[in-house]
């Protein structure tokens, strides 16, 4: 079956990085852009970007650029969020999901990831 | 950028009410609209998506109606799996709405 498994909690002091792996398996890596969107405790969904695996092209929302790197490793069909400059508004569980097309959405989506940001 | 408003941010009703909840956009945005159900400590799931086409696997209860600014997800018969948050979100600049909280009276 389609699914996206990520990789475990992180703790990391203000002004790390963070690195979150997003491994797909199920289906063609290459075919379907990987988002990811960001959770913060109690609050709703934000949308940081999106990596075409098959080119590696990225776009980032605007809040983001500079900060967040998306990148990803055809050979493991493994896609990866690399956030720099953490500040404690970043502590928030970070989610990867597949982008079946623009009409259609996200599905699925990982796990999750939980990201605190604490001194 | 677009803006998607969900109301109301917080919905009480009882297994068994018919519930809706609206989404509306800053600007028209025809069907590009899905529709996610989220339960406490898990990812969201999709639900609707081109504003009324349901997900494979999505109970019948489920609809979604509308295009262009203004947009409803309908559940016509509550039940007890149902109670979670429900989020809009616009496929072209991926915003989502704030989310509506669907608790139980």
């Known amino acids: 079956q389609v699914q996206l498994v990520q990789s475990g909690a992180e703790v990391r002091k203000p002004g790390a990085s963070v690195k979150v792996s997003c491994k797909a398996s199920?289906?063609?890596?290459?075919?379907?852009?990987i988002h990811w969107v960001r959770q913060a405790p109690g609050q709703g969904l934000e949308w940081m970007g999106w990596?075409?695996?098959?080119?590696?092209?990225?776009n980032y929302a605007q809040k983001f650029r500079g900060r967040v790197t998306m990148t990803r490793d055809t050979s493991i069909t493994t896609a990866y969020m690399e956030l720099s400059g953490l500040r404690s508004g970043d502590t928030a569980v970070y989610y990867c999901?597949?982008?079946?097309?623009?009409?259609?959405?996200?599905?699925?989506w990982g796990q999750g990831t939980l990201v605190t940001v604490s001194s | 950028d677009i803006q998607l408003t969900q109301s109301p941010s917080l919905l009480s009703a009882s297994v068994g009410d018919r519930v809706t909840i609206t989404c509306r956009a800053s600007?028209?945005?025809?069907?590009?609209l899905v529709w996610y159900q989220q339960k406490p400590g898990k990812a969201p799931k999709l639900l609707i998506y081109?504003?009324?086409t349901l997900h494979s696997g999505v109970p019948s209860r489920f609809s979604g109606s509308g295009s262009g600014t203004e947009f409803t997800l309908t559940i016509s018969s509550l039940q007890p799996e149902d109670f979670a948050t429900y989020y809009c979100?616009?496929?072209?600049?991926?915003?989502f709405g704030q989310g509506t909280k669907l608790e139980i009276k």
């Open positions: 999901a597949r982008e079946v097309d623009m009409t259609i959405g996200f599905d699925p």
């Open positions: 199920g289906y063609t890596f290459s075919a379907y852009y």
């Open positions: 990596i075409n695996p098959k080119s590696g092209g990225t």
């Open positions: 600007q028209d945005i025809s069907t590009y």
């Open positions: 081109a504003a009324y």
């Open positions: 979100q616009h496929l072209n600049s991926y915003p």
